[in-house]
Structure formats: structure tokens, C-alpha cells
């Protein structure tokens, strides 16, 4: 092989472009002619020194070649990356708009970005022929500490240096003097991952007709193909994963299971374990960095069979892939919002392209994008229309609030259905999304709300601590006694998880109640046990937020109480009907799984609502139906692509100022094809002390878009504006705020 003359390397930074560096110079551990796209090394970047990726070898370079500069290490002696995931990142940063070497950091696991070995070096004390032949006993008498190390040492042979932190905290002391003694070594070893041994598997329920009709029309399609499995919660739609899984297994290959959020893994890790008789990988952000390495490395070495993780693991290397998953599509938290802002499932989905591979979307609740392809025959429309076993759907029913009064943000008709549920054994989730006690503090003279003093947004109440929150910012102080303008009296205004529990309590003293919120499960733990108390039915009546409202199990579960969905009926989002929709099906699905109907009430102060005429005669479908009608008429998503261009700085002429060149640059490379709107201030001008704009360009082209944003982006890096404000490109947005 010749030796590359230029590395062109992705840098951990801010800027789209890649940069050029020469070999380092001879004489290092790793053959220049090894250094291959897709192994790290360190590059001098400014004065700092970088862990850098090669993405390609180059012949020449822009910059004149007595100007490049040599790397000064190389540290892998394969590549880390593959050709296919380099692929990827290559992909992601084109469609998103995003810097090359951020895409690499979002996919490299915290140790690999730091420069670290793939495979972490163990450290071992081992004892010497001379160390054993020694007398501990007698050791002990002149050296103590000594003797005590040597004594496990005895023992064991050989052991890692944390388990002797464990065993005799403070060895380290003496290790230098038995290692000058010659009676212990120390030795370092490079761990491959290891899985656990494969179980037994546990046999599965048998499938009915719909899920074999589903398992059947994915099997007959081997190749790409992406499937929507479109079943109601409860209709077995693992099960229907499980059995495509054991194929791939069998198969010797892998799948990948992407789920929108942290909570949702435990429970099913445990499933897919006993069933499938593999431990799965697992990859999400509450593991240790080490943890997540090894995850990454097996699912890297094909170790792995199974990898289930949170939205980063779309990125994670595969030996094998075999089958792509991303269940919940229609979540939210599957877009990163900040940063590098990547839709998980979008990159599923050209990823399952680019290998050849299946992708299966899950949900109860499909996007309107995924109908939509569904529509147009890009996708197979899997339905799994009931529920398994003997389930009934749950029953939905509305309650006026313009007709029953409502106490402390119950209304009669609901505490009424809940007392009844307590009486037949049933559990009960009151749902209201929204924590803390009370949304704001109103003064009862001048009706002045408190504030927040960095953002344009109301204060949130929480009682249990004394304090005012911004939801926001994260600024908090306490609960302000009166107004300072007029001297009066501030009260709570509205209802949050809170105040409902402190409500639910003095109504039902004599039963078990417990909120489940982000409040109160901050700390480690809290949330599984929880859960867990949920799960057995301890707990008589939950009060929770949207945490709770997905796909978690509670076998009780028979009444669900929706306190406010009125919000999401005037919401100024265009996707605000499919939003609420979706949120009302997933937290009414929790109602009734196994032993009996469930039943739902929703609380609405706007009964006659067109919104509800159609959930309660068609269900999601007819609202998603109509929804997408209506975008279809006025060419929003999934009708047409949108970018958002969005500026913060602590001058809002700045935010402006910037998105002005924007428009400026927009302007001759339009065709006429692009919309463009703005630049406004956003919805919620200025948040964390600053100040925000946006621009959104709006197009039924998306490679004209693409092209444009292409140009774009680089401009705005050099334009000297750039550096007074923070600003991104978000493609596709799912948040337009
Ligand atoms: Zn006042
Ligand atoms: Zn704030």
C-alpha cells in the first residue's frame, strides 16, 4: 500500500469544513500505511492538541503544502469507524447542516472521543514466584500494610487494581515497595468485550392473525423495505418484533432497536433478554461511559446481537445489521433538539437503505410523515387493529367544564368515576402535563403574574420546596409575599402535578397516591421504584405528566383522567391536533390491558370542539386523516420540507441583524421555489437572558432546499456577524419555537 499523502481529518468543532494534515512524522508506534478512514489520531488544532477522525486521503490540498502540519500520533491501528458508518456521518452532516467532526462526536462513544483505546486496558497486580515463597506471618510483625496486600495477593494470584481499592483501600501506598522487592508485577490487559452466555429462550404467546399477517409481510420482502407496524397499544407489537428478531438471530446477524426514551428500556431489556435468550447491548446517556463503550465495541465487533439504545445509537457500528427498529416513531425526543438536531428515525431510515436492511416503524400513533409514505406506497401500512388476548378497547367519554364545576382542577364527574374505581379495586392515572403546584402566581390587586427575569415566560409554583421555577431557564427564587407594585396578595394561579396530589390526598386520605413527575423522580433509582410500585398496584392513584403516558405497563390501570387537553386544542403549532391526538391515544392506552374495560375521562372546557367529534368517531386515524388534509391544502409537512434558521444574542437587533444577511443570501440563490418567512422574533423572544429570531424557509423541493442550505451555511460561517450571535440550521424541525 503507498503511504496516503494527505489526511483529511474531521475535528471536534464548530465548522463544516475537514482539515488536511501530513502523516506523523516517522518513527511512531502505528505504520503510516495503516492509518485508514475511520482511525483516530492526534492533530495539533490552533495551540490545543485534538483527537481527530480521517474521513479521506487526499493528493493535494488547498493550503500549500510547506503550510500543512503532521499529525502527531496515530491511535488506532485499524479503523474504529467502518466504511458504512462513515457513510452515515457523511450523510447526517450533508442533510442536517451540521459540522462534520460534531456528527463524529455525536457517534463516538465519550472515551473513543477522548482519545482513549477501544478496548479498555484492565490493570492486574500479580504476585511473583518470589512473593508467594514469602511469610505473611512474619511480614506482618515489621510491615503490616505490607503483609496485608501480599496476604490477598496469596490468594488470588492475580486482581484488578479497583477490586484491591475494594478489598484494601490505601494499598497503593505500599505498592512501590513490593514492587522494588520483585514479589509483585504489574500487567495490563486489553479487554475485548464479552456478552453474557446465551440462556434458554423463553417461549412466546402464539401469534394471532394480524400479527402473522404482519411477520409474513415483512419476512416476504428481505432487503429494504420500511414497514409501519401501525397496532393499538396492547396489540402485540413486540411480539411481532420478537419473532423478526429470532430470524436475524438464527440468521447470524444483528438488530438494532432505537426507542425515544431512557425509561422505556428497562422493561424491555429484561423481555428481550428472557425471550430471546440474548442479553441485549444496551447504549443511552444514564450509563457510564465505560459501560456504553463496551456496549458500542460488541455491537462494533458483532459480539452483540441485539443493541437497543436511545436516539444516538442510530450511529453505533454494526458488524452484521440484519434489521432496523425504531419503535415509537412518532415520538419527539427521537429529534435532538439542540446541537446537532438529527431525527433518529430519519436516519434509520437511510441507514436501513444504505445497508439493505429492513426498517420497521412502531407506534399506535403514527406521524403524519409516516402516513403520509404509507399513502404514496413508499411503505408497507401494517395494521394490528386489536388488542391480544381478551382486552377491550377503552371506553372514552368527555367532561363539560362549562356545565361541572371543577375543584381545585377536578371536576364532580371525574372524582366521582375515580371513588367508584377505588371501591371496584381498580387503579387510577390522573394526567396532567404540566408539574409543580401552579403554573404562576397571580396578585389578587392588580392581577400582575410573576415573572421570569431572563426569559418572556410565567414563573412556575413549587409549593413543596418554596419556590417560583422558570420552566425555561432553570432560574429560581422564592415565592414572592406580595406585589410590588400595588402591595397585594399573590395567589396560585391554575393547577399543576402538585397541587393535584396535595387535592387528591385530602380527598382520598385512606389510599396509596404517588406523583410521578420529573420533579420527583430527579434522583437515581426513584424512578424504578416507582414504577415498580405502580406496576403491583400498590399504588392506588398516579398522578403523572407525559413521562408516564408512554409505553410503560400497569396491569391495574382501569380509569385514566385527562385534567386539561384544552392547551393543545388552540395550539399555534401546526402539528398541535397531532400532537394532542397522539398524547390522549398513548395515555388512554395505559387504561385496561388486561382485566377489565378501562374507562377515560377527558376534561375539556370547549365540548363542542370539531377536534373531538372526530377522536371520538374515527379515533387517531380520523384525526390524523383530516390533519393531513388540511397540510396538504396549505403545503405544510408532510407537503413540503422545512429548515429553520435561528439566531440568539443579548441585543435582539444582532439576532436580527444576522438573519437579514441571511435573507440577503438567500435571495439570488432562490429560484422561486423557496418560501421564506421571517425574519421574526420567535415565539418566546427572549429566554435565558437572550434574545431570538428565526427564519424559516419552507419548500415542496427538498433538494433545492438542500442546495440552498448547502451554500448557505458556509456563508453565514464566514460572515462576520456570525461571531455576535449563536445560531443553527434545524432541518426538518419538529418544535418551531
Ligand atoms: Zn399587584
Ligand atoms: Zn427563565
Not at 394526567?431 to 396578585?443: K, S
Not at 388552540?570 to 400532537?579: A, H, I, L, V, W
Not at 443579548?650 to 441583524?657: G, I, V
Request: hydrophobic share 40%; aromatic share 4%; with cysteine.
Amino acid at each position: 500500500m503507498t503511504q496516503p499523502a494527505i489526511l483529511r481529518v474531521a475535528v471536534n468543532a464548530p465548522l463544516s469544513r475537514l482539515f488536511d494534515y501530513l502523516p506523523p512524522a516517522g518513527g511512531d508506534r502505528i505504520a503510516t500505511e495503516a492509518l485508514l478512514p475511520g482511525c483516530r489520531i492526534t492533530v495539533p488544532f490552533g495551540r490545543q492538541k485534538q483527537t481527530a477522525v480521517i474521513i479521506a486521503h487526499a493528493d493535494r490540498s488547498d493550503v500549500p503544502r510547506d503550510r500543512l502540519r503532521p499529525a502527531l500520533a496515530a491511535i488506532d491501528e485499524a479503523p474504529v469507524l467502518g466504511e458504512q458508518d462513515l457513510w452515515l456521518i457523511r450523510f447526517a452532516s450533508n442533510y442536517y447542516q451540521h459540522p462534520i467532526g460534531e456528527v463524529v462526536a455525536a457517534a463516538l462513544p465519550a472515551p473513543l472521543r477522548q482519545g482513549k483505546a477501544l478496548h479498555p486496558v484492565i490493570q492486574n497486580i500479580r504476585i511473583t514466584e518470589d512473593g508467594s515463597a514469602v511469610n505473611v506471618e512474619q511480614l506482618r510483625k515489621r510491615a503490616p500494610k505490607q503483609a496485608s496486600l501480599l496476604a490477598v495477593l496469596q490468594d488470588v494470584t492475580s486482581i484488578r487494581f479497583e477490586k484491591l481499592d475494594e478489598l484494601r483501600p490505601g494499598w497503593r501506598t505500599v505498592r512501590k515497595n513490593l514492587l522494588d522487592k520483585c514479589w509483585i508485577e504489574v500487567e495490563e490487559v486489553s479487554e475485548a468485550p464479552s456478552m453474557a452466555e446465551a440462556a434458554d429462550a423463553q417461549a412466546g404467546p402464539t401469534l394471532n392473525t394480524d400479527q402473522l399477517a404482519a411477520v409474513e409481510a415483512i419476512r416476504s420482502s428481505p432487503g429494504f423495505q420500511v414497514s409501519l407496524l401501525d397496532g393499538v397499544t396492547g396489540s402485540g407489537k413486540t411480539e411481532v418484533y420478537l419473532t423478526l428478531m429470532k430470524d436475524v438471530i438464527a440468521a447470524r446477524k444483528q438488530v438494532l432497536i432505537l426507542v425515544p426514551e431512557i425509561g422505556l428500556t428497562p422493561q424491555l431489556v429484561s423481555r428481550l433478554a428472557s425471550r430471546l435468550g440474548e442479553e441485549p447491548a444496551v447504549l443511552h446517556s444514564a450509563l457510564t461511559d465505560t459501560v456504553r463503550l463496551a456496549a458500542w465495541s460488541a455491537a462494533r465487533s458483532g459480539t452483540a446481537k441485539v443493541i437497543l439504545g436511545t436516539r444516538s445509537a442510530v450511529f453505533v457500528p454494526l458488524k452484521n445489521p440484519g434489521l432496523i427498529i425504531v419503535d415509537e416513531e412518532h415520538d419527539n425526543s427521537l429529534k435532538q433538539q439542540e446541537g446537532f438536531r438529527y431525527s433518529a428515525r430519519d436516519l434509520a431510515i437511510a441507514r436501513g437503505k444504505h445497508l439493505d436492511v429492513p426498517v420497521i416503524l412502531g407506534t399506535a400513533t403514527p406521524s403524519l410523515e409516516t402516513l403520509q409514505r404509507c399513502k404514496d406506497g413508499a411503505y408497507q401500512h401494517l395494521r394490528l387493529p386489536t388488542r391480544a388476548g381478551a382486552a377491550a378497547p377503552p371506553l372514552l367519554r368527555l367532561v363539560d367544564l362549562t356545565i361541572h364545576p371543577s375543584a381545585d382542577g377536578i371536576s364532580d364527574p371525574a372524582i366521582t368515576a375515580i371513588s367508584k374505581n377505588l371501591q371496584e379495586g381498580g387503579q387510577t392515572l390522573v394526567f396532567l402535563n404540566r408539574r409543580g403546584f401552579a403554573p404562576t402566581l397571580i396578585c389578587g390587586g392588580c392581577g400582575r403574574m410573576a415573572e421570569c427575569d431572563r426569559c418572556d415566560a410565567r414563573m412556575t409554583v413549587h409549593a413543596s420546596s418554596n419556590e417560583l421555577r422558570c420552566h425555561h431557564c432553570g432560574a429560581s427564587r422564592r415565592i414572592d409575599d406580595d406585589c410590588i407594585e400595588c402591595g397585594g396578595n399573590f395567589r396560585p394561579l391554575g393547577h399543576g402535578t402538585e397541587r393535584l396530589e396535595q387535592a387528591l390526598k385530602g380527598r382520598f386520605p385512606d389510599h396509596s397516591i404517588a406523583r410521578i413527575d420529573s420533579d420527583t423522580v430527579r434522583l437515581k433509582g426513584t424512578m424504578n421504584r416507582a414504577l415498580s410500585m405502580a406496576t403491583t398496584g400498590e399504588t392506588r392513584i398516579l398522578i403523572g405528566t407525559q413521562m408516564l403516558s408512554k409505553g410503560h405497563h400497569f396491569p391495574d390501570l382501569t380509569l385514566v383522567v385527562v385534567i386539561n387537553a384544552d392547551q393543545g386544542l388552540f395550539s399555534t403549532d401546526f402539528r398541535g391536533s397531532e400532537k394532542l391526538a397522539q398524547s390522549l391515544v398513548q395515555v388512554a392506552g395505559r387504561a385496561g390491558r388486561v382485566k377489565r374495560q378501562g374507562q377515560v375521562l377527558i376534561q375539556t372546557g370547549y365540548p363542542t370542539h370539531p377536534f373531538w367529534g372526530e377522536l371520538f368517531s374515527g379515533g387517531y386515524e380520523k384525526v390524523a386523516l383530516s390533519a393531513l388534509e388540511e397540510r396538504s391544502n396549505t403545503a405544510w409537512p408532510p407537503f413540503s420540507r422545512l429548515a429553520l434558521i435561528r439566531a440568539s444574542a443579548h441585543k435582539l437587533e444582532d439576532a436580527k441583524a444576522f438573519l437579514e444577511t441571511a435573507l440577503q443570501l438567500i435571495a439570488p440563490a432562490n429560484a422561486g421555489n423557496i418560501r421564506v418567512l421571517g425574519p421574526v422574533s420567535a415565539p418566546m423572544e427572549r429566554r435565558a437572558g437572550r434574545y431570538r429570531a428565526q427564519l424559516l424557509l419552507q419548500s415542496v423541493n427538498r433538494q433545492a432546499l438542500q442546495r440552498l442550505l448547502q451554500t448557505l451555511r458556509v456563508q453565514l460561517e464566514n460572515d462576520r456577524g456570525s461571531r455576535k450571535v449563536r445560531w443553527s440550521i434545524d432541518v426538518d424541525p419538529v418544535e418551531l419555537f
